[in-house]
């Protein structure tokens, strides 16, 4: 245990895992080129390790900033660190640990997402960037609908969900980052049901931006009863959902960004842009909201550069939809539990860097007149 500390707490550990994270930094963002950014910033920076030619394992960001904070933390326990004269790199080693833990609480918690509403329409909900849900909704009920969500963790293949309430087993056969369909050439076997019986959902190779992928599941559901037990597919942005019915209730299946519900909601008044003069290129636009709380609007104007906090949420106004018969507002929605662990933690390093100076100063001046 004590070898380990020495290890850990030896400065040259930081400066080799700096050395290692600009390095990670580098490969990244030369990698983003060929495999788009999310792709990239998964494996070099959001992962624990990643295999070289499928191969060799090297650490990835995560364990990179694990071993930093690590290493400033067990610099703490050094008794030659606590004396009078090194205050300043005690309060500065405070400050870089407190950056590190902000950003493992932004890593671990912080989610970001986007509404997208038309001009007279309001939402209370945000769509997840890269995640999916599989949705069950039961639509019998007399005043409301009735959700039952399946999450993105528990959607991989091979896996199988048992669906207790009504007695059904879901087999997950596939899913896939990117669809495409294709009509079917030939009569589908009567064990596909669904939009299977006349198309084939097929796998494509991912786009760069994961936004721009189309993604699809295929299941296996037994339970539901002998005509509807079978194979079905569904993928984002499907227009006609799969319905059947079950213990004589009505249900339709959505396959759909993974959805926050927020404690408000938000209508749009208003939409503007200003184009650039001669052309159709937007200039600047922004929104103009009602902030809908426990029934009580608060108008809100969210611009470029100028976004709304609310309620530990950040809305950033994004982009636009133009549409045939009103225009969609995109806000960009961010949710950072370590957002102000950045500000705090360069005061902090700022005041460390201060004092390590005045406290030097005398003996800097002194070394200088004795020369």
Do not use: C
Not at 63 to 82: D, E, G, H, Q, V
Not at 334 to 345: D, T
């Amino acid at each position: 245990m004590n070898t380990f500390f020495k290890i850990i707490s030896n400065p040259k550990v930081f400066v080799y895992t700096l050395i290692w994270l600009m390095l990670l930094v580098f490969f990244g963002t030369i990698a983003q080129r060929d495999v788009g950014l999310y792709a990239s910033q998964m494996k070099y920076f959001s992962s624990y390790y990643f295999l070289v030619a499928d191969l060799i394992p090297l650490p990835g960001g995560r364990l990179t900033l694990i071993f930093m904070t690590l290493n400033l933390a067990s610099s703490l326990f050094n008794k030659n660190l606590w004396k009078m004269k090194k205050l300043g790199l005690i309060i500065i080693h405070l400050g870089g640990l407190l950056l590190l833990v902000g950003g493992g609480i932004t890593a671990e918690f912080s989610s970001e997402g986007n509404m997208i509403i038309k001009e007279g329409s309001q939402s209370e909900h945000v769509d997840d960037y890269h995640d999916m849900e599989l949705v069950f909704v039961n639509t019998s009920m007399e005043d409301s609908l009735e959700y039952t969500v399946f999450d993105e963790p528990i959607l991989k293949e091979g896996n199988t969900i048992e669906y207790d309430k009504l007695g059904i087993t879901i087999d997950i056969i596939s899913h896939l980052k990117n669809s495409s369909i294709q009509k079917r050439i030939s009569p589908a076997d009567t064990l596909y049901k669904g939009f299977l019986k006349e198309f084939v959902l097929l796998p494509k190779h991912p786009e760069k931006e994961n936004t721009q992928n189309r993604p699809g599941i295929i299941v296996k559901m037994h339970g539901t009863g002998s005509k509807t037990d079978g194979i079905y597919g569904f993928f984002l942005g499907q227009k006609i959902p799969d319905t059947f019915t079950l213990n004589g209730h009505q249900f339709f299946t959505e396959f759909r960004r993974k959805r926050t519900y927020l404690p408000f909601s938000i209508e749009l008044l208003d939409f503007k842009k200003i184009l650039h003069p001669g052309t159709g290129i937007a200039k600047s636009f922004s929104s103009e909201i009602n902030l809908i709380e426990k029934k009580i609007p608060r108008r809100v104007l969210i611009q470029m550069n100028e976004p709304l906090r609310h309620s530990g949420y950040t809305f950033f106004q994004a982009s636009f939809i133009e549409g045939l018969d009103k225009e969609a507002t995109v806000l960009a929605v961010v949710k950072n539990y370590g957002r102000l662990f950045p500000y705090i933690s360069s005061i902090i390093m700022s005041v460390g860097l201060l004092l390590h100076l005045l406290i030097n100063l005398p003996k800097m001046i002194k070394s200088k007149s004795l020369q």
